[in-house]
């Protein structure tokens, strides 16, 4: 199986667009949020999607719909979801080299922005991937937090794990700082360094052609023309940029599927770390550990950020 490329980061960080565009390379193929590193064998993952309260499971339905059950319709995502169930007492490790099987020679893509919540969940992706490369999407947690943070306030159920129990009463205030940190450290402490990546989303708004190529070539995937680097950018020829069929319609981070940012203003650059964050009612700011480590990724609060 080639070693697939893996885009990880925190939710609204950018992987699931900066996967798809990658897809559109001539030695790629985009692949939806697969969440194969719930679980060891597909029973156990098809039990998983069951319990859960989110559409989890549209994006490897749409996967194996695409690429081996016949294409993205009512037939085919009930075909794939055939395809799972018989296979049921096989583990997720044979699910994804039955995908990269069937791309070949083409590299998947992969993007995650829930696995990087959960260390465990990024060694069984160690597991499944041993030789895979890591692409590591951040965002400065300014204009993040504002976009995290208005999403999940329009949601019915927001996870504790993105609420602040330490400093607000009850009921925690949401606190997108939190998923921001605990997603990039964990990327950081828990992927090998020789195989890590990592990337500023804002590189790739403001020098969109020098920070693709520069993704390109530190993936040893060889010089590209300017019509790739427009098909890529423009994110022309992945099958997934977009909903799905009614039957299973999600599988990406709605930044794609429905491009929240475009409805939220955000403050113009450069984006400082300094006093409140707009989110909080209290008046508090960031964390001392999110300007430590914004500052580590270039984010001072001076300047638009260099390129990666």
Known sequence: ??????VFGAPFCGSSLLAQMLGSHPQLAAMPELRLG??????????????????????????????????????GIAAADAWLRERSDRSTAEVLAALAAAVAP?????????SALRPHELLRWQQLAPEGDLVHCVRHPLPHGL?????????????????????????????????????????????????HRRLRMESLQTHPEATLSALIDGLDLGAVGSDVLERMLAVRDSPFAGFGPLEAPRGLEMEVLDPVLEGIRLPPPPYVLDGAVPWR????????????????????GSASPPLP
């Open 38 to 75: 719930l679980a060891d064998r597909v029973d156990e993952l098809l039990e998983i999607f069951a319990i859960s309260q989110a559409p989890i499971a549209d994006g490897l339905r749409r996967a194996i719909a695409e690429y081996i059950t016949g294409g993205q319709n009512a037939r």
């Open 147 to 195: 976009v995290w943070s208005r999403w999940l306030a329009a949601q019915l159920f927001v996870p504790a794990d993105y609420r602040d129990h330490a400093r607000s009463p009850q009921p925690a205030a949401i606190e997108p700082q939190l998923p921001w940190l605990r997603c990039n450290r964990n990327l950081d402490r828990w992927w090998p360094a020789a195989r």
């Open 1 to 6: 199986m080639n070693a697939p490329i893996l």
């Open 106 to 114: 083409r590299r998947l893509v992969i993007p995650d922005s829930e």
């Open 281 to 300: 009612e209290d008046g508090a700011g960031f964390d001392p550990a999110i300007r430590a480590l914004a500052a580590d990724y270039g984010y001072d």
